[in-house]
């Protein structure tokens, strides 16, 4: 009943800035936190940043002051704004969305986007 859809992923030069978005649709009654992993081929996916509820976010280390996380919860969605692209960027990028389908369940699921690639390459 919930579908994440992602959006905005591409071929860019190093220094090259890219928006990523998110939009969740289906059953939604309530969005707790949602986040962006990137995963590159032979390795472990990686928490790239999160953004709660309240507006908090929180990054990995390689993206601080490049990387921005927000949110537009009347759209849910979930954007990631890059800026100062580095080829050690280039991965597949995933959103993760917290959600509460019905009112009458009181709890969260996971649902994860498809995917997007980006690649940063001259």
């Known amino acids: 009943q919930v579908q994440l859809v992602e959006s905005g992923g591409g071929l860019v030069q190093p220094g090259g800035s890219l928006r990523l978005s998110c939009a969740a649709s289906?059953?939604?009654?309530?969005?707790?936190?949602m986040d962006w992993y990137r995963q590159v081929p032979g390795k472990q996916r990686e928490l790239v940043a999160t953004?709660?509820?309240?507006?908090?976010?929180n990054y990995a280390d390689a993206v601080k002051g490049r990387f921005a996380i927000s949110r537009d919860n009347a759209k849910n969605t979930v954007y990631l704004q890059m800026t100062s692209l580095k080829p050690e960027d280039t991965a597949v990028y995933y959103c993760?969305?917290?959600?509460?389908?019905?009112?009458?369940?009181?709890?969260?699921?996971?649902?994860w986007g498809q995917g997007t690639q980006v690649t940063v390459s001259s």
């Open positions: 993760r969305i917290n959600l509460q389908q019905f009112k009458s369940t009181d709890y969260y699921r996971q649902f």
């Open positions: 289906g059953s939604i009654f309530s969005i707790n936190a």
């Open positions: 953004i709660t509820s309240g507006g908090n976010t």
